[in-house]
């Protein structure tokens, strides 16, 4: 028998691609302060342990969100994405990559890269896989001074600039789906 013509290979495919996609709207979530987005990639009762912050994953949403509307620039990025199926849960490995920006305390504008990995306890409920528990593992760390200035100063004629929720391009397009939901 094909490994395709086995049911059951079939569904580990299907997890194993639910699984991606949950972490893909975590990077989405987090880039563009979706707040809806970010909740959805956790369970309700999940936990987060991630840099200074412990607690609920609900409590992190909340934190992040309020820290990340102060400003800065970020962008996630995923690669090598281990997933142990063990149904119904998954021990799931994903290393990452963050380029972020903010103020220090004195006001100079930084740039931070951080590489690390989500060590996640993904769990199915009623057919869906959300993270239930989060482990945040710092791999690497480099901080510089970045140059401050407006959007148009540092990008040019590069346009359009990533933005925050809703006003980010990938909204519009996304209401133009007819699966698109609100």
């Given at each position: 028998m094909k490994a395709m013509d086995d049911p059951s290979a079939l569904q580990m495919l299907l997890d194993r691609e639910a699984i991606r996609d949950c972490m893909y709207r975590y990077c989405r979530g987090i880039d563009r302060l979706d707040k809806k987005l970010l909740r959805s990639v956790?369970?309700?009762d999940a936990t987060d342990r991630h840099g200074a912050y412990s607690g609920s994953a609900t409590g992190f949403v909340d934190q992040v969100i309020n820290k990340l509307k102060q400003g800065g620039r970020r962008v996630h990025m995923l690669g090598n994405i281990l997933i142990e199926l063990h149904s119904p849960s998954a021990v799931v490995e994903s290393y990452f990559q963050a380029f972020q920006t903010e103020r220090d305390k004195t006001g100079q504008l930084r740039e931070t890269f951080l590489c690390g990995r989500y060590v996640d306890r993904f769990e199915k409920r009623g057919g869906e896989w959300r993270v239930a528990a989060r482990t945040v593992t710092y791999d690497w760390i480099r901080q510089a001074?970045?140059?401050d200035g407006t959007d148009d100063e540092i990008f040019g004629l590069r346009k359009p600039v990533g933005q925050r929720m809703p006003a980010d391009p990938i909204y519009a397009l996304l209401k133009e789906s007819?699966?698109?939901?609100a």
């Open positions: 956790y369970w309700p001074p970045m140059q007819p699966f698109f939901r």
